[in-house]
């Protein structure tokens, strides 16, 4: 297929090496993870040494709960870049262009009605959802507030993003994440050390970083990329695109809303073991995302890729994209699991310095990456049905996943000779649960009818 966008401005997936194709454009993404990862290290940071630990702990609270309402928006904005992907593969510019202009309408009214409930919400959910402390209470509420009002900048930018990724570009994304990363450092620190805002200063730096992220890759696209010609018609509300959207993106939404949900339930039964097992669960965690970012960066561009092939009805791409992506996948986890039992200890050392704690910290990093293959499974299956436009799938692996993080730990750690190890080895019962799913979902014929 000769696509008539500009290769300067995009990256057709439907011709061309795969493994090469994947690598190319999954580069910028795990710089970008990279990059999103320190930004939000850097905020802590902040909170805990120019604030005080109110601040942090205040930050910390809200965490969940926030990125419950940001899940919603990128879950969004995900099935948004596929369909835009899927137009692309097949040589639609009107079509890719009509998605565009719709997605804005819907984004910006979903992310304003979503950004007031939760701020309006912040206080009965922080007081009797999650029990806030009372000492950190007015500036969890402020925070959450502040941020959820801040929404639809942070909605936008990941919209924008995603639909530059559906035509195969990367690495424009990739330049304004970083300066969102550093917008958002330096407003950090004038805001809470020259301003003294406190807690409200972080959220106001976060959202005015993406705000302004936003608003400069939207006005980048309009200008340099001729996807962002429009023309009168492009602005006409189409039905169609609509529904397929909110079906597409509301399941991914509802996806990512359920996963979130499940941590905010999970942290009830971590806090129940004490200081040393939420610290040794919250230093696990972060290695894991590190770890768990490659393999998301491997599944988004599957997405893109699959969606493009299945755009220009080219099924072998799509069977051979998932035979590349589970060689691929396989590859780093089977690198990556004896790494994590040599160095687990180093790398507990290199977040805190109690003995208890990297001790705790070690085994259950050995636990967590016995099972990075049926994880990988998860990303590369689920990377080629979100591409296909798979609505039942992540409604299902969200459900799967949901019900895992929350049935398993309750009864894993009540187990006498588990205790809090069942914290652990439920995550990982947990993946091999949803990658079986998730294999036996892409081997099914179902969803390939009408596509390939």
Same mark, same amino acid.
Not at 108 to 128: D, H, K, Q, W
């Given at each position: 297929m000769a696509n008539p966008i500009p290769k300067k401005y995009s990256k057709d997936m439907t011709n061309g090496d795969t493994f090469s194709?994947?690598? #190319?454009?999954?580069v910028p993404m795990m710089i970008g993870n990279i990059f999103q990862q320190f930004y939000n290290i850097v905020d802590t940071i902040i909170a805990g040494k120019f604030i005080d630990s109110n601040a942090l702990a205040a930050v910390g609270s809200t965490g969940h709960i926030t990125n419950l309402f940001f899940a919603l928006g990128n879950g969004l904005a995900t099935g948004i870049g596929i369909i835009v992907s899927q137009f692309f593969g097949s040589g639609d510019k009107d079509g890719v262009r009509k998605t565009i202009t719709n997605a804005f309408f819907m984004v910006s009214a979903t992310s304003i009605f979503v950004g007031c409930l939760g701020a309006s919400l912040s206080r009965p959910v922080l +007081?009797?959802?999650?029990?806030?402390? =009372?000492? +950190?209470?007015?500036? #969890?509420?402020?925070?959450?507030? &502040? @941020?959820?009002?801040?929404?639809? /900048?942070?909605?936008? $930018? !990941?919209?924008i993003s995603y639909i530059m990724r559906g035509i195969g570009d990367s690495k424009t994304p990739l330049y304004f994440l970083i300066v969102s990363s550093f917008l958002n450092i330096l407003m950090d620190l004038a805001f809470v050390i020259y301003f003294d805002l406190g807690v409200k200063g972080l959220a106001i730096a976060t959202i005015t970083a993406q705000a302004l992220s936003a608003a400069l890759s939207i006005g980048y696209a309009l200008l340099k990329n001729p996807v962002f010609k429009f023309k009168k018609k492009d602005f006409v509300l189409d039905? !169609? +695109? +609509?529904?397929?959207? $909110? @079906? *597409?993106?509301?399941?991914?939404? *509802?996806? #990512?809303? *359920?996963? %979130? *949900? #499940?941590?905010?339930?999970?942290?009830?039964?971590? !806090?129940?073991?004490?200081? &040393?097992?939420?610290? %040794?669960?919250?230093? @696990?965690?972060?290695?894991? !995302?590190?770890?768990?970012?490659?393999?998301? %960066?491997?599944? =988004?561009?599957?997405?893109? $890729?699959? /969606?493009?092939?299945?755009? %220009?009805?080219?099924? =072998?791409?799509?069977?051979? /994209? $998932?035979? &590349? /992506?589970?060689?691929?996948?396989? @590859?780093?986890a089977l690198i990556m699991i004896p790494l994590m039992w040599i160095f687990g200890d180093f790398l507990m050392r290199v977040f805190v310095n109690e003995p208890e704690v990297i001790a705790f910290g070690k085994t259950a990093m050995r636990i967590l990456s016995s099972f990075y293959l049926p994880l990988g499974t998860i990303y590369v299956c689920r990377g080629i049905l979100n591409g296909a436009g798979d609505a039942k799938f992540p409604l299902i692996s969200g459900i799967s996943e949901m019900v895992g993080r929350v049935i398993f730990p309750a009864f894993f750690c009540s187990l006498p000779f588990l205790g809090a190890w069942g914290l652990w080895i439920s995550t990982g019962i947990t993946w091999t649960i949803v990658g079986v799913t998730a294999f036996i979902r892409y081997h099914q014929k179902s969803w390939r009818k009408g596509l390939f």
């Amino acid at each position: 297929m000769a696509n008539p966008i500009p290769k300067k401005y995009s990256k057709d997936m439907t011709n061309g090496d795969t493994f090469s194709l994947l690598i #190319s454009f999954m580069v910028p993404m795990m710089i970008g993870n990279i990059f999103q990862q320190f930004y939000n290290i850097v905020d802590t940071i902040i909170a805990g040494k120019f604030i005080d630990s109110n601040a942090l702990a205040a930050v910390g609270s809200t965490g969940h709960i926030t990125n419950l309402f940001f899940a919603l928006g990128n879950g969004l904005a995900t099935g948004i870049g596929i369909i835009v992907s899927q137009f692309f593969g097949s040589g639609d510019k009107d079509g890719v262009r009509k998605t565009i202009t719709n997605a804005f309408f819907m984004v910006s009214a979903t992310s304003i009605f979503v950004g007031c409930l939760g701020a309006s919400l912040s206080r009965p959910v922080l +007081i009797y959802g999650l029990k806030t402390p =009372d000492e +950190i209470l007015e500036s #969890s509420v402020i925070y959450m507030s &502040v @941020t959820c009002i801040g929404f639809i /900048g942070t909605a936008l $930018y !990941n919209t924008i993003s995603y639909i530059m990724r559906g035509i195969g570009d990367s690495k424009t994304p990739l330049y304004f994440l970083i300066v969102s990363s550093f917008l958002n450092i330096l407003m950090d620190l004038a805001f809470v050390i020259y301003f003294d805002l406190g807690v409200k200063g972080l959220a106001i730096a976060t959202i005015t970083a993406q705000a302004l992220s936003a608003a400069l890759s939207i006005g980048y696209a309009l200008l340099k990329n001729p996807v962002f010609k429009f023309k009168k018609k492009d602005f006409v509300l189409d039905k !169609n +695109i +609509i529904i397929k959207c $909110y @079906t *597409l993106g509301g399941s991914m939404a *509802l996806q #990512s809303g *359920l996963i %979130a *949900l #499940s941590f905010v339930i999970l942290q009830r039964v971590i !806090n129940s073991f004490g200081a &040393v097992v939420i610290a %040794a669960f919250t230093t @696990t965690s972060k290695i894991e !995302n590190l770890v768990n970012m490659q393999f998301k %960066a491997l599944g =988004d561009s599957l997405s893109t $890729y699959s /969606g493009q092939n299945i755009g %220009a009805k080219k099924g =072998d791409r799509v069977k051979k /994209g $998932y035979r &590349v /992506g589970m060689t691929m996948m396989g @590859t780093y986890a089977l690198i990556m699991i004896p790494l994590m039992w040599i160095f687990g200890d180093f790398l507990m050392r290199v977040f805190v310095n109690e003995p208890e704690v990297i001790a705790f910290g070690k085994t259950a990093m050995r636990i967590l990456s016995s099972f990075y293959l049926p994880l990988g499974t998860i990303y590369v299956c689920r990377g080629i049905l979100n591409g296909a436009g798979d609505a039942k799938f992540p409604l299902i692996s969200g459900i799967s996943e949901m019900v895992g993080r929350v049935i398993f730990p309750a009864f894993f750690c009540s187990l006498p000779f588990l205790g809090a190890w069942g914290l652990w080895i439920s995550t990982g019962i947990t993946w091999t649960i949803v990658g079986v799913t998730a294999f036996i979902r892409y081997h099914q014929k179902s969803w390939r009818k009408g596509l390939f």
